[in-house]
T-cell receptor, first 114, second 113 residues
Framework: DTEVTQTPKHLVMGMTNKKSLKCEQH?????MYWYKQKAKKPPELMFV???????INESVPSRFSPECPNSSLLNLHLHALQPEDSALYLC?????????????FGEGSRLTVL | QQQVKQSPQSLIVQKGGISIINCAYE??????FPWYQQFPGKGPALLIA?????SEKKEGRFTISFNKSAKQFSLHIMDSQPGDSATYFC????????????FGQGTELSVKP
């Protein structure tokens, strides 16, 4: 069983809605990530938080807004999304200060934008 | 320069056979080369990883072979089982940009009984 928990597992939203994806880990990891994955494609990095500070933003549109309330929690706030934003959104965490590629992924939140 | 090229795109192997997936990279500054396994409807899971100062690493039925001079690395799955059917991603990363994995395009493996 994965130790990175993501909710909700499925989300359908309209282009004018505001919703949030949530991620939680209790492994004491100090780095957390959001990745986006389209069908039959590899995951693409969106954001990295290291010690609760945003350290990497891969030029993600502002309609995606990350938040790290504490070392165990990571949110992704969604607003005014487009149908092409429909994808599997993966949260991950890693030990230490995000200095290796050893990531622990959650099962993802499958987002559909109508 | 930051690409990782993976082949084949799909692979069908009989039960008990050897599955081989290959990856190539250009940037010699990469520090870490993990393989991730992803089952349908699940997130990727770290399978095995290697650093460039090691030529081979084995964990159970899974082996990474690393050829630094050729800038290539491969995953070998011995005695492949139907339960190994999944998508496999090779990746590369830098230690000072941790968590920023450069993924290959993935290989969909199907192991037939």
């Amino acid at each position: 069983d994965t130790e990175v928990t993501q909710t909700p597992k499925h989300l359908v939203m309209g282009m004018t809605n505001k919703k949030s994806l949530k991620c939680e880990q209790h492994m004491g990891h100090r780095a957390m990530y959001w990745y986006k994955q389209k069908a039959k494609k590899p995951p693409e990095l969106m954001f990295v938080y290291s010690y609760e500070k945003l350290s990497i933003n891969e030029s993600v549109p502002s309609r995606f807004s990350p938040e790290c309330p504490n070392s165990s929690l990571l949110n992704l706030h969604l607003h005014a999304l487009q149908p092409e934003d429909s994808a599997l959104y993966l949260c991950a965490s890693s030990p230490g200060s995000a200095n290796t590629g050893e990531l622990f992924f959650g099962e993802g939140s499958r987002l559909t934008v109508l | 320069q930051q690409q990782v090229k993976q082949s084949p795109q799909s692979l069908i192997v009989q039960k008990g056979g050897i599955s081989i997936i290959n990856c190539a990279y250009e940037n010699t500054a990469f520090d870490y080369f993990p393989w991730y396994q992803q089952f349908p409807g699940k997130g990727p899971a770290l399978l095995i990883a290697i650093r460039p100062d090691v030529s081979e690493k084995k964990e159970g039925r899974f082996t990474i072979s690393f050829n630094k001079s050729a800038k290539q690395f491969s995953l070998h799955i011995m005695d492949s089982q139907p339960g190994d059917s999944a998508t496999y991603f090779c990746a590369a990363s830098f230690d000072n940009q941790g968590g920023k994995l450069i993924f290959g395009q993935g290989t969909e493996l199907s192991v037939k009984p």
